[in-house]
């Protein structure tokens, strides 16, 4: 089974960019569709942006609309979150995730990195 590990956290200011990236092994993403969650302390994880198993389709949530990105290498390894204009609201641990098409997000056979801390200070 593919396993999945982020990179790319940090601490930044509030308008700064980060981009995370999450590397697969094991196996290649190319059957499955690839999501980025975060998790705020005292709230639940919440799916941030997804891409379907073609890389044509993907979904942002509305906070993140016009300032996050979800892209994928032609190898479909690696699957990238490019976030600009962070805000003090978008401190999180952010998780990468990859599922089957025909199982949701919230089936137990999803695949989950381990997430990668991001702060940004106002």
């Known amino acids: 089974q593919v396993q999945l590990v982020e990179s790319g956290g940090g601490l930044v200011q509030a308008g700064g960019s980060l981009r995370l990236s999450c590397a697969a092994s094991g196996g290649t993403l190319s059957i499955y569709y690839r999501g980025w969650f975060r998790q705020a302390p005292g709230k639940e994880r919440e799916l941030v942006a997804s891409m379907d198993v073609s890389g044509a389709n993907t979904y942002y949530a509305d906070s993140v609309k016009g300032r996050f990105t979800i892209s994928r290498d032609n190898a479909k390894i690696t699957v990238t979150l490019q976030m600009n204009n962070l805000k003090p609201e978008d401190t999180a641990v952010y998780y990468c995730?990859?599922?089957?098409?025909?199982?949701?997000?919230?089936?137990?056979?999803?695949?989950w990195g381990q997430g990668t801390q991001v702060t940004v200070s106002s």
């Open positions: 995730a990859a599922r089957r098409g025909f199982v949701p997000w919230t089936s137990n056979s999803v695949v």
